[in-house]
C-alpha cells in the first residue's frame, strides 16, 4: 500500500479516500460511503464495511488505527462492540462490522436518504 502522509488526510475528501484505500488493501468487504452532511451534523460522511469474521474486523479497525498513529493522526473516539467497531474521525465515522452484525443494523437503510458516493471514484486506479 502507498504510504498515508498527514497532507493526504488534511481534508475530509483525502481522509475519505485513505480509509478507503487501507480497507480495501486489507480486504474489507461492501465498502460504503455515504454523504450525510444534509441529515446531520455529526460529520460529512459514514464509511460502513464489513470483515470476514469478528477477529477480521478488529484487524481492520486494527489497521486504520496503526496506519494513522504513524503519522500523528487518531480517532476522536473509538468503540468497539460485539460485531462493530466504530470510528471517528471527525468529518468521517467508520463502522466496520460483521457480516450478521451488518445485515442487523442495516445503517444503509438507516441513512438512505444520504447520498451515497461510488467508491470506484475514490479509490486510486
Given amino acids: 500500500m502507498k504510504k498515508i502522509t498527514k497532507k493526504q ?6 481522509l475519505t479516500k485513505s ?9 474489507a468487504e461492501k465498502i460504503t ?8 451534523s455529526l460529520c460529512r460522511y459514514f464509511v460502513i464495511a464489513n470483515g470476514l469474521s469478528r477477529p477480521h ?8 488505527d ?6 500523528g493522526f487518531a480517532a476522536l ?11 471517528d474521525y471527525g468529518s468521517v465515522i467508520v463502522h466496520l462490522f ?6 442487523f443494523y442495516n445503517l444503509e437503510k438507516l441513512w438512505k436518504d444520504g ?10 486506479n
Avoid: M
Avoid at 478507503?20 to 488493501?25: G, N
Avoid at 460483521?98 to 445485515?103: A, G, L, V, Y
Fill in 9 to 14: 488526510i488534511s481534508s475530509y475528501i483525502g
Fill in 19 to 27: 480509509i478507503i484505500s487501507i480497507l480495501d488493501e486489507k480486504k
Fill in 33 to 40: 460511503v455515504i454523504n450525510v452532511e444534509k441529515q446531520t
Fill in 57 to 64: 474486523v478488529i484487524s481492520l479497525a486494527d489497521e486504520l
Fill in 66 to 71: 496503526d496506519t494513522f498513529y504513524k503519522i
Fill in 77 to 87: 473516539h473509538k468503540e468497539t462492540s460485539e460485531g462493530w467497531c466504530v470510528r
Fill in 98 to 103: 460483521d457480516r450478521q452484525s451488518r445485515e
Fill in 115 to 124: 447520498k451515497f458516493i461510488d467508491i470506484d471514484t475514490l479509490l486510486p
